[in-house]
């Protein structure tokens, strides 16, 4: 058995505990240098925060043991289709390799695709189901707050 499928085994194994114990059928593995550094489950849940998805507790979890937001070189294995905004975290956390073992099409008759969400993303703005509008505030008297940010990471 090859590694790739060991550790969707594992995220299956954990997706299923998850479900048997109330939670919602997601588990995902985050790999580092070939150890296992965290895993995750899906908390929706048990914690009423629609952002706990399993990739996104492996992710909080090897960032915190790591001490770093850095995830680079990381490969995460999820039981399932990583969601819009499970894939941009592991994308801002600089995880490389993403592997699933169930699809969107998989999910689509239990109820558990993401892929209308995928394609809702890939509009332009204006024509997604959510509004989104650039509004360029910038209260007057205080400094750029992007520059600001900028001057205080120059080294003095």
């Not at 399993?54 to 490969?75: D, V």
């Not at 969601?83 to 699809?103: D, F, K, T």
């Not at 024509?127 to 120059?154: F, H, K, N």
Request: glycine share 8%.
């Amino acid at each position: 058995m090859s590694e790739t499928e060991q550790h969707l085994r594992e995220a299956i194994r954990l997706a299923r505990a998850n479900m048997e114990a109330g939670g919602r059928p997601f588990g995902a593995v985050l790999v580092k240098d070939g150890e296992v550094v965290a895993t995750g489950v899906n908390e929706i849940l048990t914690t009423n925060d629609p952002t706990a998805h399993a990739e996104l507790m492996a992710i909080r979890a090897a960032s915190h043991k790591l001490g770093s937001p850095s995830l680079a070189g990381a490969a995460v294995y999820a039981s399932g289709h990583p969601c819009p905004m499970c894939m941009a975290a592991m994308r801002l956390a600089g995880v490389n390799e993403v592997y699933y073992a169930y699809s969107n099409d998989d999910g689509a008759p239990v109820g558990l695709s993401t892929a209308a969400i995928y394609a809702d993303l890939a509009k332009p703005f204006a024509e997604q189901s959510m509004t989104i509008r650039y509004v360029p505030v910038r209260p007057e008297g205080d400094a750029d707050l992007y520059a600001a940010w900028a001057a205080r990471q120059t080294p003095r």
